[in-house]
């Protein structure tokens, strides 16, 4: 997947812009653009603040973690669960 050139914080700055009366294709003119990317983003960040942005982002990192913690659990079971039956 292609990395976007702007952070996460400049594309809610950027939709800030139009909830202060700015219309969408000055928008999209004035930071180079388009539509579609412009809409995306409303629809994925609309309504965020930055300090939730951030919140949101910790709450995955921890998530990820989690899921690795409990898939590495899960193996260990499965390995004791073998060894166990194989020695009688």
Same mark, same amino acid.
């Given at each position: 997947?292609?990395?976007?050139?702007?952070?996460? $914080?400049? *594309?809610?700055?950027?939709?800030?812009?139009?909830?202060?009366?700015?219309?969408?294709?000055? *928008?999209?003119?004035?930071?180079?653009?388009?539509?579609?990317?412009?809409?995306?983003?409303?629809?994925?960040?609309?309504?965020?603040?930055?300090? $939730?942005?951030?919140?949101?982002?910790? #709450?995955?990192? $921890?998530?990820?973690?989690?899921?690795?913690?409990?898939?590495?659990?899960?193996?260990?079971?499965? *390995? #004791?669960?073998?060894?166990?039956?194989?020695?009688?």
């Amino acid at each position: 997947m292609k990395r976007s050139k702007f952070s996460e $914080e400049q *594309i809610i700055a950027i939709l800030k812009e139009q909830e202060q009366g700015l219309k969408v294709m000055e *928008i999209c003119r004035k930071h180079g653009i388009s539509d579609q990317t412009f809409h995306n983003w409303k629809k994925k960040y609309e309504g965020m603040s930055v300090k $939730e942005l951030r919140r949101v982002r910790e #709450l995955e990192q $921890e998530n990820s973690r989690l899921k690795r913690a409990v898939a590495d659990l899960t193996l260990d079971v499965q *390995i #004791l669960k073998d060894v166990n039956s194989k020695k009688w």
